[in-house]
C-alpha cells in the first residue's frame, strides 16, 4: 500500500519561512514525478510546484517561482518544499502528490495524480 505523509506545516509571522517535508513508500519502484499543491476553503486547488525523478526538471506556478523551491532525495522519495517570504495569501493546506506511472508526466495535471497526502496546515497571520 503506497502511503504518502507530508510534514513541517505550521505558523510563522509574514516575511518568515517554512520547509514542508513529503516521504512516499509503499511500492518497490520509484516515482516518476512529485508535485505540490495547495487549497484554502471555497478555492479551487492550485498547482504549487512539482519535480520530475529522471533529470530533475522543476516547473512551479509563475506567481511563486521566486520565493518556493522543490526539491527531491530520489532514493528516499522524499519531496521538500522551501517557503521563503511567505505572505498572508499563502495560508493553505498543502498537500503532496505522486505518480508512479513510469513514461509521462502525469503531475502537472490534478486529475491524474494517483497518490495523496492528507495535507499539512500553514497559516501566515495577517
Known amino acids: 500500500q503506497v502511503q504518502v505523509t507530508e510534514s513541517g506545516g505550521g505558523s510563522v509571522q509574514s516575511g518568515g519561512s517554512l520547509r514542508l517535508s513529503c516521504v512516499v513508500s509503499?511500492?518497490?519502484?520509484?516515482?516518476?514525478?512529485m508535485a505540490w499543491f495547495r487549497q484554502v476553503p471555497g478555492k479551487e486547488r492550485e498547482g504549487v510546484a512539482l519535480?520530475?525523478?529522471?533529470?530533475?526538471?522543476?516547473y512551479y506556478a509563475d506567481y511563486l517561482r521566486e520565493r518556493f523551491t522543490i526539491s527531491k532525495d530520489n532514493a528516499a522519495n522524499t519531496l521538500y518544499l522551501e517557503m521563503n517570504s511567505l505572505k498572508p495569501e499563502d495560508t493553505a493546506t498543502y498537500y503532496c502528490?505522486?505518480?508512479?506511472?513510469?513514461?509521462?508526466?502525469?503531475?502537472?495535471?490534478?486529475?491524474?495524480?494517483?497518490?495523496w497526502g492528507k495535507g499539512t496546515l500553514v497559516t501566515i497571520p495577517s
Open positions: 509503499g511500492l518497490p519502484y520509484g516515482s516518476y514525478c
Open positions: 519535480i520530475l525523478t529522471v533529470g530533475g526538471v522543476r
Open positions: 502528490a505522486a505518480d508512479f506511472y513510469q513514461k509521462e508526466n502525469r503531475c502537472h495535471d490534478m486529475t491524474r495524480v494517483d497518490y
